[in-house]
């Protein structure tokens, strides 16, 4: 299920399962979306990206949906690993890469 | 994408000293950026890194508390000045790539200030 934790809501999932992690976005001209991942004691590490005349984009064992009607974006990870877990964070960039604006991300627990 | 070391990784400090944090990029890029993340909490953009020329910096922060140095196009440092306990978060720097928007981030420099 999902919970607002102190800071950070969390996702907590069976091993094995989908996990769908979800993201709104503010800008209606962000142009540019990016997944991050951050393992704890890491810097953010690039996950996925789609670009706003897409609204599906696939990847190894990530997909990420995006509907500009309601400025959401969601990245479904497939079939969850224990290595998977981590917070994850949605970025949105518009003004040709001049504004960079992150989510405020979720954490993902993957319960074996 | 650019692989990004930052110096120290992590670092205790009491209140009123200066920090400062390096990040080196094994390639030339055209974007540098400084960010920090407060602890369970998203990341904030403090400025970008102009490369012979200031910083830009974003509403809240300021180049007293954060100056910035960016002598060429593989090296940055962020200065954390007269540091107090709310300082305490981790600073990543990231590079953008020319012509792309992508960003890539360093591995982060945690900061503990008594």
């Known amino acids: 299920g999902e919970s607002v934790g102190l800071h950070l809501p969390t996702l907590s999932v069976q091993e094995g399962d989908n996990s769908i992690i979800n993201c709104a976005y503010s800008?209606?001209?962000?142009?540019?979306f990016i997944w991050y991942k951050q393992e704890s004691g890491k810097g953010p590490q690039f996950i996925i990206d789609?670009?706003?005349?897409?609204d599906k984009r696939q990847g190894q064992r990530v997909t990420v949906l995006l509907n500009k009607t309601v400025k959401h974006l969601s990245l479904q990870i497939a079939a969850t690993q224990p290595g998977d877990s981590a917070v994850y964070f949605c970025?949105?960039?518009?003004?040709?890469?001049?504004?960079?604006?992150f989510g405020p991300g979720t954490r993902l627990s993957v319960l074996p | 994408s650019a692989v990004i070391s930052q110096k120290p990784s992590r670092d205790i400090c009491q209140r009123g000293t200066s920090l400062t944090i390096q990040c080196q990029v094994d390639?030339?890029?055209?974007?540098m950026f400084w960010y920090r993340q407060q602890p369970g909490q998203s990341l904030t953009l403090i400025a970008t890194?102009?490369?012979?020329?200031?910083?830009?910096?974003e509403s809240g922060f300021v180049i007293d508390k954060f100056p910035i140095s960016r002598p060429n196009l593989t090296f940055s440092t962020l200065t954390v000045s007269n540091m107090s306990p709310e300082d305490s978060s981790i600073y990543l720097c990231?590079?953008?790539?020319?012509?792309?928007?992508?960003?890539?981030f360093g591995p982060g420099t945690r900061l503990l200030v008594l």
């Open positions: 990231s590079v953008g790539v020319a012509r792309q928007e992508t960003q890539y």
């Open positions: 800008n209606s001209a962000s142009d540019y």
């Open positions: 789609i670009r706003s005349n897409m």
């Open positions: 970025a949105e960039i518009y003004n040709y890469g001049q504004n960079f604006v």
């Open positions: 390639s030339q890029v055209t974007m």
């Open positions: 890194a102009n490369q012979g020329s200031e910083a830009t910096y």
